[in-house]
């Protein structure tokens, strides 16, 4: 009957934009934006180097280095600048997050003459992120977790 459709239609206009999509779709750009800034909140905050594989095996002294930062390096992330702190080592770059797909991510941080670092991330929780570092001389895996050490013993 007419006043049953005119009912239906009417009940479609009011309730349809509920049920529907809210707003304009977003551009690919948007998306990305807002996902990059999804991913710069959760690394915000300080997290601890726990493990650390190379591609290839390093030399001596190099191993010697990284063995006494696993547990200890702290790096800070402030939404502009990574800054890293352990034991006789203090590093401060610029960092970008670009290619974000749901938990992974790139991560480019930028030494003082401006050449780029890259490193894959994927966070396996909400306090792990699993690191495929891809620039040289530390290529290989790395494993941070949110948060700062509790200060152990010295390694000297």
């Known amino acids: 009957s007419p006043p049953l459709r ?7 206009a ?7 999509p809210s ?4 551009s690919p750009a948007e998306q ?8 710069d909140l959760r690394i915000r905050g300080p997290w601890t180097l726990q493990s650390f594989a190379p591609v290839t095996p390093l030399e001596p002294m190099l191993k010697g280095l990284l ?3 696993l547990g200890r390096l702290v790096v800070r992330f402030d939404g502009r600048r990574m800054v890293a702190d352990s034991i006789g080592l203090h590093i401060d770059r610029a960092y970008q997050i670009s290619e974000v797909l749901g938990d992974q991510f790139k991560l480019t941080s930028f030494d003082e003459q401006g050449v780029p670092y ?7 929780d909400a306090n792990t992120i699993d690191v495929s570092s891809a620039s040289p001389p530390w290529r290989g895996q790395a494993l941070v977790t949110r948060g700062a050490p509790l200060q152990g013993p010295s390694p000297w």
């Open 32 to 39: 990305s934006a807002r996902a990059v800034a999804g991913i």
């Open 14 to 20: 009011i309730l349809g934009p509920a049920c529907g």
């Open 118 to 124: 890259d490193s894959f991330c994927t966070f396996r």
């Open 6 to 12: 005119l009912a239906a239609l009417l009940a479609l």
């Open 23 to 26: 707003g304009p779709a977003m």
């Open 67 to 69: 063995d006494i930062q």
